[in-house]
């Protein structure tokens, strides 16, 4: 399957390279978010693939990958000392921004549940229609503090690594 | 890349259950809401990776047994494929409603739990 895993990551690659772009052009969240979206979506995947745990077909389906590969992570001392940590300075590390690289990756229609995401337009509780476009999405606001900055080195790391990895 | 990983790997050097050993209580050590971790012994008798799933209360639910691939290491010379799940999807898959990966077998496994850690 590293045909399969080496195309998730040049696409991972590419969209992480948008989300970069559209942060300095991009007027609305939506669209920033979308690429930063996608380009997690697509790691997470490659990193599942990597694992050969299960059936193409299985793994495309699969969301999510990204979280749950950042909390297994934490079982790794040379991923932590890449960061000059202990494995407990890391474990913390990833435990504070794993909610927020969940929260990017609900981003997504298919796991937001027609809820808010960053693509298709919902209905909210209380029956109002919205569009990603009228949305502020406060995950981008926090994707600006000092947790969202470590996430986004993160990304930037993790997808470094599987590229050097890999490719 | 994995394949040539795991031709670097000195197995001779460190007997594969001992390094499942102290893998096992490291993990313990550093994940305090791991109940339980599962060792599934390679099929083939290789012994070229290890294959475990751990058992968290705080961990995402996805339905799946997701497992991810990790390189050797001076410590670990072996291939580490790991997954985590919750307790309620790890008695899924033990009913058989969720699916090991392929090559895992619920029949040639070794549960730690974390009191004392004890193989059984």
Known sequence: MTGWRDAYLCQARSDWDMWLHLCKVARLPCHRLHYLQMAVEKLGK???????????????????????????????????????????????????????????????????????????????????ICAPAQEGFSIAEQLGTPRGVNLLKLIAHMLRESEARYC | MLERLQLQSDMSEAPIESVVRRLVEEHFGLEPLLERIVWFRDGNGAAAEIRLIEVSTQTLATGR??????????????????????????????????????????????????QGADGR
């Open chain 2, 65 to 114: 047994v997701d497992v991810f691939a990790f390189g050797p290491t001076p410590d670990t010379p072996y291939l580490l494929r790991i997954a985590e799940v919750t307790p309620a999807e790890w008695d899924q898959v033990r009913r058989r409603q969720i699916s090991l990966p392929d090559d895992w077998t619920l029949d040639n496994m070794c549960a730690f739990e974390r």
């Open chain 1, 46 to 128: 490659a990193l599942l693939i990597a694992g050969a745990g299960q059936s193409i077909e299985t793994l495309q389906k699969s969301h999510l990958a990204f979280t749950k590969f950042l909390l297994i992570s934490t079982r790794n001392k040379a991923l932590a000392s890449q960061y000059d940590m202990s494995a407990e300075q890391y474990r913390a590390h990833v435990r504070g921004i794993a909610p927020l690289a969940y929260g990017v990756e609900q981003l997504g229609p298919q796991v937001a549940h027609g809820g808010p995401n960053v693509e298709y337009p919902w209905r909210d509780p209380s029956g109002r």
